[in-house]
């Protein structure tokens, strides 16, 4: 089989990628190594509204439920409310993210991808240093695909970086260790997504509550690896569940378990191989949110095949504007909380306290950064030591590191 472009792993992040390479005349291929896209669901499901002016998705039928905005709350219990315009990418939407990501594939196969399911991509083929195509297996099936170009979006276990020769190691403080319940018969209306932040609660992470209507919601919690062992994030979801009156009488509909990726973006093009998603380290160091990125990274990366296959160039050159397109999208902000996520993990529960307290009042709509360090500051004036590091971050200090 010949191709122009292999895509490896059908998630958000390769099926916009194939789509956007395939609307660009690419012949292009999704190799899936599960036997449904989508399936299982491995997300909290929260996902910005931005996305409306992306018309990557049409119709309603993967919108489980559209939210107002945030409500973060501090160890002691009090509360930070922020519109869904400012509470980042993953408040505004909850999908049913098994619908999600098929709508997502169905747009990729309209534009002219195949997709073949039950195949693992098990080897690169390199012919005299230069990757030429991929081995599979599907079932006991082995067999080969030659193509120009590869991308790999596998994920958070991504291995085509790696295999490429790209350093993709995860150490365990940048990896969230999480898991989830959907919770139904739950005697609570919300259409907010609630944060719960504390190192008791979840050390180096959150719990959340994320609304998906009809009395059911996901509740689930990230736990920083460095600072648990893996039977930690489950023990902390079910004291807080069983700490809640209310959730505690829900039913659980699902279950599930996994990991997301909460480190600096890494190098995403070597030769003719690019990195998209997870794979890329894409996700929000802060939130481990990845949805957007891989939407926005999945386009950038199938328009820059696009561009290579009718221009017949897949070398580094032709590829790098992959890198430099997302890096301009996304990059900076991806940083600047890579950044804020390493201080704010030297901020205990007490600090967390008088950052709410101070913040609890504070009219986010009205922001300016005098205003906010006045709002920070006047009720708790120790907090301005914390917080200097943070404040020091600039456009140019980000575009250094
Ligand atoms: C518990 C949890 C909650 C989350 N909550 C949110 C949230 O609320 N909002 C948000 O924005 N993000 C959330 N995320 C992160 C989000 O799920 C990811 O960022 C997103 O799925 C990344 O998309 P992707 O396409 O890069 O990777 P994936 O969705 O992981 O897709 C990778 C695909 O590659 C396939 N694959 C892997 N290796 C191979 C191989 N060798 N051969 C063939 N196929 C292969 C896999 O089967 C998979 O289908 C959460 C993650 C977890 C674990």
Redesign the pocket.
Known sequence: MEYDAIV????????VTARFAAESGAKVII????SE??IPV??????SQRIDNWGMLEGKRWIASKMDGAKIFSPDGTMVTLSKEMAG??TGY?VY?DIF?QELARRAAKAGADIILN????ELIKKNGKITGIK?REFDEKFEINANIIAG????????GKWAGINTTLKTNDL?T???YTLTNVDYNSDYCEFYIGKKISPGGYI?I?PKGENTF?V?I?VLASLSDSRLPLKLLNKFINDNPILKKGEPIRF??????VSKPIETVKDNLLL?????R???PI????????LEG?KIAGETIGKSVEKQSFDKETLSSYETRWKEAFGTKLIRDYIVKEIMLDFDDKTLNMLADSLKDYKFEEFSTLSLVKALVIKHPTLLMKLTPLLKLTDKSLKKA
């Open positions: 490896v792993g059908g998630g958000p992040a390769g099926s190799l899936e190594r599960r896209i989508g491995l997300c909290g499901e929260g996902i990418n993953e909850v993210r990501d195949t693992e991509v098990t599979a979006a596998d994920g958070v276990e991504s291995k085509i969230e999480c898991a989830q959340w994320f996901n689930g990230g599930l378990a996994g990991a997301v990726p998209v998603g997870d794979a890329a894409h996700a929000d939130t481990g949110g990845g949805l957007t990125t891989s999945g």
